[in-house]
C-alpha cells in the first residue's frame, strides 16, 4: 500500500483538512445560512459550496505561492481578510439580515460565498494546502496521497451538510433559528481568532 500511496502524508493531509475545515462544525453554521431555503435548494448549496471550496484551495495549492508573491501578499494578510469577511457573515447570522429573502441570487451567494470561501476554503485550509504540495517531492505516490486526502475531506464536508437537512427536519422553524444565533457568535469568534493571529504574525514579523 505505501508503494502506491504515501500513508504517512495521506494521514496528516486527511487529520490536518479535516480538523482545519470541521465538517461536523460547518453543520449549525449551514443550517443557519440556508434555513430559508427548500431542501432541493439546500442540496443545491451543499454540492456548489464543495465544488467552489475545492477549486479555490486547488487553484491556491498549485499557484497561490507565485500569485501571493507577485502581489505582495503575504500570509498573514490573506488570513486577516478572511478572518474579516467571516466577521462580516457573523453578524449578518446574529441579526437576522442573513435569513431574509433574496429572491434568484440568495442560493447562489450563500453557496459560493460564505459557504463555499471562506468558510470551507478559508485562510488556514488554503495555507496548509499550499504546504503540502510543497514538501511533495513530485513522486506520483505523494501527489496521490494529497489527492486522496482532499478527496475524502470533501466528501466528508458534504456528508455533514447532506446531514443537515436531517437535522432541520428535527429543530424545526425555530430550532433552526437558534442554532442560526449561535452559529453566529461561535462563526465571530473564529473570525476575531483568525484577526488576532494575523496581527500576532505582522507583529513577530516586524
Known amino acids: 500500500m505505501n508503494d502506491i500511496v504515501h500513508v504517512r502524508l495521506f494521514t496528516e493531509v486527511f487529520i490536518t483538512l479535516f480538523v482545519i475545515m470541521d465538517p461536523p462544525g460547518t453543520v449549525p453554521i449551514f443550517l443557519g445560512l440556508t434555513g430559508a431555503m427548500t431542501h432541493k435548494q439546500r442540496s443545491h448549496a451543499a454540492r456548489t459550496a464543495i465544488f467552489v471550496a475545492a477549486g479555490v484551495i486547488v487553484s491556491f495549492a498549485l499557484f497561490g505561492q507565485q500569485l501571493l508573491s507577485y502581489m505582495h501578499i503575504s500570509l498573514p494578510a490573506l488570513q486577516a481578510s478572511g478572518g474579516l469577511l467571516l466577521l462580516l457573515i457573523a453578524m449578518e447570522l446574529l441579526t437576522g439580515k442573513m435569513e431574509e429573502p433574496q429572491p434568484g441570487t440568495k442560493g447562489v451567494n450563500v453557496a459560493m460565498v460564505p459557504l463555499g470561501t471562506p468558510l470551507l476554503a478559508g485562510p488556514g485550509a488554503i495555507v496548509a494546502s ?21 478527496v475524502l475531506v470533501c466528501v466528508c464536508l458534504w456528508a455533514a451538510m447532506r446531514f443537515a437537512n436531517i437535522v432541520h427536519r428535527i429543530l424545526g422553524e425555530s430550532g433552526t433559528l437558534l442554532v442560526a444565533r449561535i452559529a453566529g457568535l461561535l462563526l465571530a469568534a473564529i473570525a476575531v481568532q483568525l484577526v488576532a493571529d494575523a496581527v500576532t504574525a505582522f507583529v513577530q514579523a516586524a
Open 130 to 150: 499550499m504546504l503540502f504540495v510543497q514538501r511533495a517531492d513530485g513522486s506520483s505516490r505523494d501527489w496521490l496521497a494529497i489527492v486522496l486526502a482532499f
